[in-house]
């Protein structure tokens, strides 16, 4: 188990917060926020913070917890900051995200204020808050480290957000190593990430300058004419949108001469990737951090100008902040030798442990090693010879899509909703550039469209979590043992040839083999994929035919463009069918048997005649 950085002078929230520092500190008069042409020194800065404390502070009482609705700009994030200053919780929520997600998140948190800083939504219970009387105090009551200060809402197991208590001790300025006092950092998080507040405080205690832009407002070209205009020299961003910056500038965009340190995470960042960063970028110092929401950041990689590009994915590095480690674990816990996989722990005082909306979930995941106690990330790792941690994969149904946790259970969950949805699943496609490509598998009686999956969605969960594709069929495929088929599911995911609705593939039996037959069959209904078929051909079945069968739903009776489109995708995938039986009205399993049988039998060859 990798050693935490060795212990080092750590600011705390206090400390960063502190307004005499900020007013009268050797940062007083460095800027501390620059947002479109308006900008704040530090000074500034302490001012209004005392100002949001003492209206936060004229509402509520010490402890108690605000909501805040988290637009992404200047006066909300000093509004955050107010938040904890005041000695308040705050928990910033997203305003993108559909309405029945905020509300589980203000029915779990229950704060005693809504507010905002623009106009608030009519005909609730947000105020703005500068409609507050700032006649509360600007002095924050003391706090003990383990007294809760933050909630992140992120997805959850359950299939709802969870959230995730950061306290007061958990907050501090240690999570951006390589920053200096004199970077101008590009701040692209919304502020109902955790990785956004932190890289705030780490900013706020160095005296360096946030540079607000919104990525998605003003697209790749807009973005780097931002950053130009204001000579950012640190851009930190998910990798996906770090390569089409690069791209641009490569492609003509204009060079970025001030841009030194390029920061990412939550995604994988490939070999590929580095070159271009680096072509884009000459001489630039790559940064790739590694983390969760339980956790923040828990290792760190760095890439000189002259490290040599990795072979694979950049590694997530080594532990670099004190009260954070990690362990790599098999499945009952015990930590695996350097070289093998397992699943990767957060450890340390550093790692929230309890989650708001899913005790069990956070109870199954919570682990002590070596008298630490952790949380298993979900995520699949394995230390190299020289002690890089590298990730490789996951445990669980929970997936990134652009930087972003999604549980695919949450997005099962949404869709299940749908009017003439029967049955769902989702598989999760590896992107290089989103990460993850989510992938819906629905059973409806209905011509449904991406476009019509994604507006049905639309309220009940964030973009990042829609289905970038929507296939359709009269029943999803289930094993013998009649579950969910997930393998073949992600199979026709996978594969962006399949038919709209495409095959049903039941492979039973031992398969897919390529040495035995496929027989392609056509059936009425789900009645055969579940007790039907295996008595018929399944491998337990005396008697049974040896034969891989594939299965294609039809309307009552052969749908002819629909078994062309089966035989293809199963001919795509190198297994032919060598028949195609009709079993729409075969009556009974030893009917199916015979047929199957005779199928076989008519399609295999003649054997040579012996000559005299």
């Known amino acids: 188990m990798p050693k935490p950085a060795d212990p080092a002078p750590v600011p705390g929230l206090a400390e960063i917060l502190d307004l005499q520092r900020l007013r009268t500190g050797p940062m007083a008069d460095r800027t501390a926020i620059v947002e479109g042409d308006r900008t704040w020194t530090y000074a500034a800065l302490a001012d209004d913070l005392a100002d949001a404390a003492a209206r936060i502070g004229s509402a509520t009482a010490p402890g108690d917890t605000v909501a805040l609705l988290a637009t992404n700009d200047a006066p909300t994030l000093i509004a955050l900051c107010g938040i904890l200053a ?190 271009r960063l680096r072509r884009a970028w000459p001489g630039v110092t790559i940064t790739v951090y590694y983390g969760t929401q339980e956790a923040g950041s828990l290792t760190m990689s760095l890439l000189g100008p002259d490290t040599p590009v990795p072979d694979g994915p950049v590694s997530a590095g080594r532990p670099f902040r004190s009260g954070a480690s990690y362990a790599v674990v098999d499945r009952s816990g015990e930590p695996v030798a350097p070289g093998e996989t397992g699943e990767i722990c957060g450890l340390g005082p550093m790692i929230t442990t309890a989650h708001l909306g899913d005790p069990e979930g956070a109870a199954a995941r919570r682990v002590t090693i070596d008298g630490q106690v952790g949380m298993r990330t979900g995520d699949l790792g394995v230390v190299d010879a020289d002690g890089l941690l590298h990730v490789v994969g996951r445990t669980t149904q929970r997936i990134k899509v652009l930087g972003q946790g999604v549980d695919l259970l949450e997005v099962e969950a949404a869709l299940s909703t749908l009017p003439g949805v029967t049955a769902v699943a989702v598989s999760a496609v590896p992107d290089p550039r989103l990460g993850h490509r989510l992938v819906a598998h629905v059973a409806t009686d209905r011509a449904l469209t991406t476009a019509d999956v994604r507006h049905g969605l639309a309220d009940r969960l964030p973009t990042a979590m829609h289905p970038r594709r929507v296939l359709t069929y009269d029943a999803l495929p289930r094993t013998t043992r009649d579950k969910l088929d997930r393998r073949t599911l992600d199979a026709l995911a996978a594969d962006p040839t399949d038919p709209v609705r495409p095959v049903a593939r039941h492979v039973v039996g031992l398969g897919p083999h390529r040495d035995r037959p496929i027989v392609l069959l056509t059936v009425p209904a789900a009645t055969l994929l579940g007790p039907l078929l295996p008595l018929a051909v399944g491998a337990d079945a005396a008697g049974a035919p040896d034969v891989d069968v594939a299965v294609v739903t039809v309307g009552g009776r052969t749908d002819r463009r629909r078994v062309r489109a089966a035989v293809a995708a199963l001919s795509r995938a190198g297994t032919p069918p060598v028949a195609v039986v009709d079993a729409t009205a075969i009556p009974d399993v030893a009917a199916l048997r015979a047929e199957i049988a005779e199928a076989v039998r008519r399609s295999s060859p003649p054997a040579p005649a012996d000559r005299p």
């Open 86 to 275: 005041a000695g308040r919780v705050a928990v910033p929520l997203d305003p993108r995200d559909p309405p029945g997600r905020v509300d589980r998140a203000l029915a779990l948190t229950q704060p005693a204020l809504h507010v905002c800083t623009g106009a608030p939504p009519a005909d609730t219970a947000w105020v703005r808050l500068a409609d507050l009387d700032p006649i509360g105090s600007d002095r924050a009551p003391e706090r003990a480290p383990d007294d809760p200060a933050l909630v992140i809402f992120t997805s959850g197991s359950t299939g709802l957000p969870k959230g995730i208590v950061r306290t007061v001790g958990m907050l501090d300025g240690a999570s951006m190593p390589t920053l200096q006092p004199t970077a101008r950092l590009a701040f692209t998080y919304p502020i109902s990430f955790l990785g956004a507040i932190t890289c705030a405080l780490a900013a706020f205690h160095l005296g360096a300058t946030l540079v607000f832009v919104d990525p998605t407002a003003l697209g790749v070209g807009g973005l780097l004419d931002v950053l130009r205009h204001h000579r950012v020299t640190y851009f930190s961003a998910p990798p996906t949108l770090l390569d089409a910056c690069a791209d641009h500038v490569l492609s003509g965009g204009g060079a970025m001469p001030d841009v030194t340190h390029l920061g990412g995470g939550g995604e994988p960042l490939l070999p590929a990737v580095v070159e």
